[in-house]
């Protein structure tokens, strides 16, 4: 089995540090890719340090992978060596229950194959992410990436993307309707710009002042600071729709009421502890709270080609796989406009 070039977890709340992995022998479905750019997402630090709990170590983190198609095996007919392509947080599913075959992998009722922290479907093997130099995934699995999109831009789409475009779509985001996107992060931002491009009236809700500007460059009606300014009372009932991006703990039931009568409020956010959430937050008015999870491969490939569409990638900043750590700390201090992507040659160096 080739040996690859990784940066990875040792064990839970470790730092990252140089590791070697193994990755399989393509078999006749598989693609073989060179990993060009992977995004860091706040997912990556809750998994690294275990906060979610049972995770498998050593980990290799890493669920936004974009790169290039080096080898195909025999049975390929979607990809061909050179395409650029990506990789978001599942490698496979049971392909066989209904949601599967709804195009809802992400539901599988027999346990899907997340890209890291997870097995493959034999259950034993365990899976790495897209902070290494290369991956072997089922052609099923692997994404398009359109021409016209910048590839280390892109990466982020693979789950900040797909977390944030697909509760806009079930809410049914459609032209003037009024959206909240709260939390301005690497998913906040990328709901700002999604809820834009659909035509809807976008309110940032944000505890830094200091991301005003930015909430206006990225498309953005309006912005509330949350954290004074009695904004809560400003724009109570106002909202159509809201998306909850918050990574720690925070009020949901202020948050509700700023919902219109029927109007919804999807989480993606998901940070580690459980919250309060009273009755009649959801009661008065008929209020929805529902939760979001990435998104199935059809819809992740409906949300890469309408990116390239409207000229959509993410604001990153481009680091090497040395710098890390150091990522890490400034995503937890909200100090990233508005996602690192690693730049993989770093890897090769
Ligand atoms: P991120 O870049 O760190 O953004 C999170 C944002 O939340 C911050 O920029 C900040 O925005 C706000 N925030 C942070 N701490 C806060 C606090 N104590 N109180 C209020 N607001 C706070 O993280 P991300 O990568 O976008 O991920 C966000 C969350 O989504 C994480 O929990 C991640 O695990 C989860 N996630 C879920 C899915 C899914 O499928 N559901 C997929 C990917 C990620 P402001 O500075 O604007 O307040
Ligand atoms: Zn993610
Ligand atoms: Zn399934």
Same mark, same amino acid.
């Given at each position: 089995m080739p040996t690859i070039h990784a940066f990875g977890v040792p064990a839970a709340g470790k730092p990252l540090a140089p590791l070697t992995i193994e990755r399989r022998e393509p078999g006749p479905h598989d693609v073989v890719i060179e990993i060009l750019y992977c995004g860091v997402c706040h997912s990556d630090i809750h998994q690294a340090r275990?906060?979610?709990? %049972?995770? *498998? &170590?050593?980990?290799?983190?890493?669920?936004?992978?974009?790169?290039?198609?080096?080898?195909? %095996?025999?049975?390929?007919?979607? &990809?061909?060596?050179?395409?650029? @392509?990506?990789? %978001?947080?599942?490698?496979?599913?049971?392909?066989?229950?209904?949601?599967? =075959?709804?195009?809802?992998?992400? &539901?599988?009722?027999?346990?899907?194959?997340?890209?890291?922290?997870?097995?493959?479907m034999d259950r034993k093997t365990p899976t790495y992410g897209g902070y290494s130099t290369q991956i072997v995934v089922d052609e099923a699995f692997t994404l398009r990436v359109p021409d016209g999109l910048d590839p280390a831009g892109a990466a982020p789409l693979l789950c900040a993307g797909i977390t944030t475009y697909s509760p806009l779509r079930q809410m049914g985001c459609k032209a003037g309707d009024r959206v909240g996107v709260v939390g301005l992060g690497g998913l906040g931002h990328m709901a700002v710009k999604l809820a834009v491009a659909m035509g809807a009236e976008v309110t940032v809700l944000s505890t830094s002042r200091a991301k005003e500007a930015d909430a206006r460059r990225l498309g953005a009606h309006h912005f509330a600071l949350t954290t004074g300014d009695?904004? &809560?009372? =400003?724009?109570?009932? =106002?909202?159509?729709? *809201?998306?909850?991006? @918050?990574s720690a703990p925070h009020d949901y039931n202020a948050y509700l009421g700023l919902l219109r009568a029927r109007g919804a409020m999807t989480l993606v956010g998901a940070p580690p502890s459980a919250m309060p959430v009273s009755p009649f937050a959801l009661i008065m008015g008929g209020r929805r709270l529902v939760g979001s999870l990435i998104g199935g491969l059809p819809e992740t490939q409906e949300m890469l080609d309408h990116c390239a569409k409207h000229g959509i990638v993410s604001d990153i900043e481009v680091i090497k796989i040395q710098q890390i750590n150091e990522a890490y700390e400034r995503v937890l201090k909200s100090d990233v406009r508005y996602r690192f992507v690693i730049d993989v040659a770093s890897l090769r160096g």
């Open positions: 275990d906060e979610w709990g %049972g995770g *498998i &170590f050593p980990m290799v983190p890493g669920h936004e992978i974009v790169g290039r198609v080096v080898r195909v %095996g025999s049975a390929v007919s979607k &990809f061909t060596a050179g395409n650029l @392509v990506g990789v %978001g947080c599942l490698v496979d599913s049971c392909r066989t229950c209904a949601p599967c =075959k709804a195009g809802l992998e992400q &539901f599988c009722e027999n346990g899907w194959s997340g890209t890291y922290n997870g097995t493959e009695g904004a &809560f009372e =400003k724009l109570r009932g =106002k909202l159509d729709m *809201i998306v909850d991006t @918050v």
